[in-house]
C-alpha cells in the first residue's frame, strides 16, 4: 500500500479549518506516530510506555493545535511535546521508586533488561546499556543523530540548543559509548 503523500501546508489549512480538522489530524497521526513512537521508545524504553505518552502527545498536540502558529514545522513542534512528555514520565518514574539521577542509568538497564519488547540481540542491549550511562542530553542528541540521522540544524530546532553545542555533545556521546564497549568486552 502506497502512502499518501504529505504536504504540511495542506495539512495545517485543514487543522484551522474547523470542517476538516479532524481529516487533518488523522494524517497528522497517521504521518507521525511511527518517528514519534520511535522516539518515545528510546527515552523511557517500555512499549507499553512509549505507546501510553505517545497517546499523550496526540492528545496535547489536539487540545493545542490552535495555539501553534507555525514559527516551527509541525514535526518539530510534535517532537518537542514528545520529548516533554517523556521527560515527565520519567521524572515521575524516577520519583515514584526514589531513584537518584546518579542511580538513574541502573535503573534504566533494568527496565531495558526486563522489557519483553526488546527484540535485540547482545551487542544491540550492550549499544543501549552503553547509551544509558550517557547523561541526559548526550544521550538525547546521540539517539536523534544516530539513529534517526537527524541533523543538527532540526535538533537544534527541536531542543532549543546551538548547532555546536549538539555537535560537541554528540562527540563526547560517540566517545564515551566507544569507551563502555571497550570496557565490557
Do not use: C
Not at 509541525?74 to 520519567?90: G, H, K, P, V
Amino acid at each position: 500500500m502506497e502512502k499518501s503523500s504529505y504536504s504540511e501546508e495542506e495539512i495545517l489549512q485543514q487543522l484551522r479549518n474547523p470542517k476538516t480538522r479532524r481529516e487533518g489530524f488523522a494524517k497528522l497521526v497517521a504521518e507521525y506516530s511511527e518517528r514519534l513512537y520511535r522516539q518515545i521508545r528510546k527515552m523511557v524504553l517500555s512499549h507499553d510506555d512509549a505507546n501510553d505518552i505517545l497517546q499523550e502527545v496526540f492528545i496535547k498536540a489536539w487540545i493545542n493545535i490552535d495555539n501553534f502558529r507555525g514559527e516551527a514545522k509541525l514535526s518539530t513542534w510534535l517532537y518537542r511535546i514528545a520529548i516533554n512528555e517523556s521527560i515527565t514520565f520519567l521524572n515521575k518514574l524516577r520519583a515514584q521508586n526514589n531513584v537518584s539521577i546518579d542511580e538513574e542509568d541502573t535503573f534504566l538497564i533494568n527496565r531495558l533488561e526486563s522489557d519483553t519488547y526488546f527484540d535485540g540481540d547482545e551487542a544491540q542491549k550492550m549499544l543501549q546499556k552503553a547509551i544509558l550511562t550517557l547523561p541526559y542530553k548526550q544521550r538525547l542528541v546521540f539517539q536523534m543523530k544516530y539513529f534517526d540521522e537527524m541533523k543538527y540544524e532540526e535538533m537544534s530546532d527541536i531542543l532549543g540548543t546551538s548547532v555546536g553545542a549538539l555537535k560537541a555533545s554528540y562527540h563526547h556521546a560517540v566517545k564515551k559509548i566507544e569507551n563502555f564497549l571497550s570496557d565490557h568486552d
